[in-house]
C-alpha cells in the first residue's frame, strides 16, 4: 500500500522520534531538578528520623494528585511529576510511532505499534504509585 503521505520518511520519523525522546529526558530532568533543588533549600539541612518510617502523603500517591501538586509548585510534587514526565516519554514515542507508521501506510508496523503501546498501558496501569 503506498503512503498516504509521501513526508513520512523513514528519516524523517527517526528525527521527530528523537526530538520527543530528547525533548521529554530534558523537560522531566529539569522539572525535577527544579524540585530537588527547592526542596533541599527548604530541607536540605534537617536531619532525617530513621527510627520512624513515615510514607509518602496521599496527595502524592496518584497521578492526579501529582499534578495538582506539581502546578501548585509543591517541591515534593514537582519532583514526582519530572518521574511522571519521563515515564510518559516512551508512551509518546510509541504513539507518534503508530501515528507515522499510518501516514506511511504500513499496517503491519501500525498493529505491532498498537500491540506495544497497549502493553505499555496496561504494565502502568497496574503500577503503584
Known sequence: MPPLDSRWTDRRVEAIVGDILRT???????VSLVGGVAYLIRYGRDLPQYRVFQGEPDDLRSVHGIVMDAFSLSRRGLIQFGILLLLATPLARVAFSAIAFALQGDRTYV???LLVLASLLFSLSNLSI
Not at 521529554?24 to 529539569?30: C, D, K, N, P
Open 24 to 30: 521529554g529526558v530534558i523537560t522531566a530532568a529539569a
Open 111 to 113: 498493529i505491532i505499534t
